[in-house]
């Protein structure tokens, strides 16, 4: 089963909203069922919703993410993962010094798209950055689709 874990520091804005994109374009592409999409935070609290104005422009897009709680990344969540996309460079750079045996599916999700771009963190700013970082993510998943199925191991098509 492919399975691709995306991951911010909280988990609360970025992450959720990337795992929850990337469900929506899997399932417009016929591709959902057997996929393992999750995400989790490097600094998170347990068991908190995603924020509300993440939840407001995912709502806007028609996908519900009402059911979402935090979670911290371990070893045991990112050894079950065939791929990790992160939103910041120092995010890649901590969790592959923490976990080295998976450095090598480490990787900022800009990366997908042969940039090197981080995703900035838009908690504490208007709604429009909430719906500039989604437009954002949505653009490196569509762009990176590929690029994800091969790095998880998925051959075009399937």
Same mark, same amino acid.
């Given at each position: 089963?492919? @399975?691709?874990?995306? +991951?911010? !520091? ?9 795992? =929850?994109? #990337? ?56 050894? @079950?993962?065939?791929? +990790?996309? !992160? ?9 592959? =010094?923490? #976990? ?59």
């Amino acid at each position: 089963m492919p @399975s691709v874990l995306f +991951v911010c !520091t909280a988990n609360i804005c970025r992450s959720p909203m990337a795992a =929850a994109l #990337f469900k929506r374009i899997l399932r417009e592409k016929g591709l959902f069922e057997g996929w393992k999409v999750a995400s989790a935070g490097t600094w998170s609290l347990h068991e908190q919703p995603a924020a509300e104005k993440t939840q407001h422009v995912l709502r806007n897009r028609g996908i519900d993410i009402s059911h979402h709680r935090s979670m911290s990344i371990d070893y045991q969540l990112i050894s @079950s993962f065939d791929l +990790v996309l !992160t939103m910041e460079e120092g995010q890649k750079e901590a969790l592959r =010094a923490e #976990f080295p045996d998976f450095a090598s599916k480490i990787i900022l999700l800009s990366e997908v798209c042969g940039d090197v771009v981080e995703i900035s963190d838009p908690m504490g700013q208007p709604l429009v950055d909430f719906e500039d970082t989604a437009n954002q993510i949505e653009s490196y998943l569509i762009r990176g689709f590929e690029k994800i199925l091969e790095l998880t191991n998925v051959r075009s098509g399937n």
